[in-house]
């Protein structure tokens, strides 16, 4: 098993932990390398590893791939095997002749995203103190154990009797989990030149298909709020403004809870009962759905659960994000990510909200099958880093 004495110095692998704009960006900033060479966004997930591949900065997409974990390597969003999956990735990248230059997207419960709102301050050093001291108030691990990054995201300018304050979204991932997710990547012989949120990749990817209006030069009365979702094995949800984040959150709630329910009820294992909800959905007839009608049944009811379940996770983001101080109105709900392939699922999450509800896939990715398309949609917005 690994242990902290086995990882390797965290501050000589990424000696560059700042950050000059978060509205979209990655989490650690670049630690070298050239951007006009290929580039491979990865994330990695409790039942899958998912890759991209870059060739520009402008992003020509090249190869894209995917390759299924072992139950257990992965839990929470967090490394339990990095033999195993060292193994995979080194399985992944030689099958498919992927660059060896690899963005990292993370997302677990080891990394806190806040909004804070702070006095206007000017200077940039007063400003990191600033928010340093509030970090500490709101964020629920110490400071010295973190990376720590922030962005201004947003204000209000003085009224009256009221000064002027700003909005800052400030996040923080524990170092050692960060040295965790390197460890296997170094192992595969690959080389990360950065981390990012995953959330971050989120927006990036779908902002750029045309589901939300561009940072510049947006059409006037496209600055809406969205909230947008990515189905995976857990649910990333995060709300943005044109590319800012505003919010966001790691949901538990997703596929593979759906799939460890049905496994539960039927006694398949998780990895059949994933392809049991790819295959029954909820959107044929199940009379028409080949296979064994008690199964077909109990994936019906899984998915129904699950859609219930999903939609009040979103309601909750919303109110969550509703209760920060300036809060605009979120507009409109686009949901990515394995989840919205599986068949009738979006529409069953979407009918039961009272705003907009899409599905998104990055237009360079349209030309993929759906369900590769929706795994890959979030390793292509990591890629997308600038």
């Known amino acids: 098993m690994l242990n902290r004495m086995q990882l390797p110095n965290l501050k000589s692998q990424l000696p560059d932990l700042k950050l000059p704009n978060l509205k979209g960006k990655s989490l650690t900033g670049s630690i070298g390398g050239s951007r006009s060479k290929a580039l491979v966004g990865l994330e990695i997930a409790a039942d899958s590893v998912a890759a991209a591949e870059l060739r520009t900065p402008a992003g020509e997409l090249g190869e894209v791939a995917v390759a299924p974990l072992a139950e257990g390597v992965v839990r929470e969003g967090e490394v339990s095997d990095p033999e195993a999956l060292a193994?995979?990735?080194?399985d992944l990248f030689a099958e498919h002749r992927l660059p060896r230059r690899v963005r990292l997207g993370i997302a677990n419960q080891r990394v806190a995203v806040r909004t804070v709102r702070l006095p206007a301050i000017d200077d940039p050093s007063e400003l990191e103190a600033a928010v340093r001291f509030q970090a500490q108030e709101v964020l629920p691990m110490p400071l010295d154990q973190a990376v720590l990054e922030h962005q201004v995201v947003g204000g209000a300018a003085a009224t009256e009797g009221s000064p002027a304050s700003i909005d800052v979204l400030v996040v923080a991932a524990r170092r050692e989990m960060i040295a965790a997710a390197l460890h296997p990547l170094h192992e595969a012989g690959l080389e990360p030149v950065g981390i990012d949120l995953s959330a971050f990749g989120l927006i990036r990817a779908l902002?750029?298909?045309?589901?939300?209006?561009?940072?510049?030069?947006a059409p006037e009365g496209t600055d809406e709020v969205t909230l947008f979702c990515d189905l995976g094995d857990t649910t990333n949800l995060v709300i943005a403004r044109k590319r800012s984040c505003l919010f966001a959150r790691l949901s538990p709630v997703g596929l593979g809870g759906?799939?460890?329910s049905l496994a539960a009820e039927t006694g398949l294992t998780v990895e059949h009962a994933r392809q049991?909800?790819?295959?029954?959905?909820?959107?044929?007839?199940p009379e028409t759905i080949g296979g064994d009608p008690g199964a077909v049944g109990a994936t019906r009811q899984a998915l129904a659960t699950g859609a219930d379940a999903l939609q009040a996770e979103l309601r909750l983001s919303i109110d969550f994000y509703a209760a920060?101080?300036?809060?605009?109105?979120?507009?409109?709900i686009v949901l990515s990510g394995p989840g919205s392939a599986v068949p009738g699922l979006a529409n069953a999450i979407g009918d039961g909200l009272s705003l907009p509800f899409d599905v998104a896939v990055p237009s360079a990715l349209r030309g993929l099958d759906a369900a590769t398309?929706?795994?890959?949609?979030?390793?292509y917005g990591i890629a997308l880093a600038a």
């Open 258 to 260: 759906i799939a460890s």
């Open 373 to 379: 398309a929706a795994r890959v949609t979030l390793p």
């Open 276 to 285: 049991w909800i790819d295959h029954v959905g909820l959107k044929a007839d």
């Open 324 to 332: 920060q101080e300036g809060a605009r109105p979120v507009s409109r």
């Open 207 to 217: 902002s750029e298909s045309g589901v939300a209006p561009e940072e510049d030069g």
């Open 87 to 90: 193994s995979a990735l080194r």
